[in-house]
């Protein structure tokens, strides 16, 4: 199974209708993803840009050749014409991000899925790849004691996004590890190469999840 995560961008003014049509989803195309070996889907917006989280088997170039190849998807994507701006690169491939970290903590029962994303200084990519990639092991048990279930990194670029499902839910999760000593000290660590992770008023850039299929 391979993690995986692609963007997409809307044109502006019919973000409305994307929600809605993702709510309403044809059942041949939920029959398509199915089939194609992707679980786990979920699709995030916040504005005009959205980000998709999938698990896929055996991995996600496999999957999404099938699913791109279907009767269903065909007819699912044209009918997306005047509402989807972007989707795919130049050479056809779809704008896909790397994982850079993952923890499979947190804990058991109800929980809320989530995604929020942050810049990274361009300059300074390698050094917080490299330090996801060697977490300290008192943040990643901090994660764990505070409800961070599957919580995946990916990069883009300067763009990074992470996914997670958060026990009991997203707000009291990071509400959780933002009270810890150790988060501090982490977040002080990362100065100079995070560019931006906070709006205006200091909350977190998230997307709101507007689709699910398990």
């Known amino acids: 199974m391979e ?10 003014g019919t973000e409305a209708e994307y929600d809605r049509r993702h709510a309403a989803i044809w059942p041949e195309q939920q029959a398509a993803i199915r ?16 980000w ?20 269903a998807n065909l007819k699912w994507n044209d ?5 989807i701006a972007e989707l795919t690169q130049a050479d056809g491939e779809r704008i896909w991000f790397e994982e850079i970290f993952h923890t499979n903590g947190g804990g058991a029962g109800p ?40 919580y995946t990194g990916f990069r883009r670029g300067s763009q990074v996004v ?13 509400g959780a590890i933002g009270a810890t000593d150790t ?9 100079g190469i995070i560019a931006t992770i906070t709006d205006a008023s200091g909350n977190l850039l998230t997307a709101r999840e507007i689709f699910h299929q398990d």
């Open 111 to 150: 929980f809320e899925r989530g995604l929020f994303a942050l810049v990274v200084h361009p300059d300074r990519l390698a050094d917080y790849d490299r330090r996801h990639a060697e977490p300290w092991p008192e943040m990643m048990r901090a994660l764990d004691e505070a409800g961070f279930h599957n």
């Open 35 to 50: 089939d194609a070996g992707i679980r786990n889907m979920s699709g995030f917006r916040r504005g005009t840009d959205v």
């Open 162 to 174: 992470y996914y997670g499902e958060f026990h009991p839910d997203m707000a009291a999760a990071v």
């Open 52 to 71: 998709y989280y999938t698990e896929c088997q055996p991995d996600a170039k496999t999957a999404f050749a099938e699913l791109g190849a279907s009767k």
């Open 3 to 12: 993690r995986a995560c692609f963007y997409l961008r809307l044109y502006p």
């Open 183 to 191: 988060n501090r000290r982490w977040n002080s660590s990362f100065q």
């Open 79 to 83: 009918s997306f014409r005047p509402i």
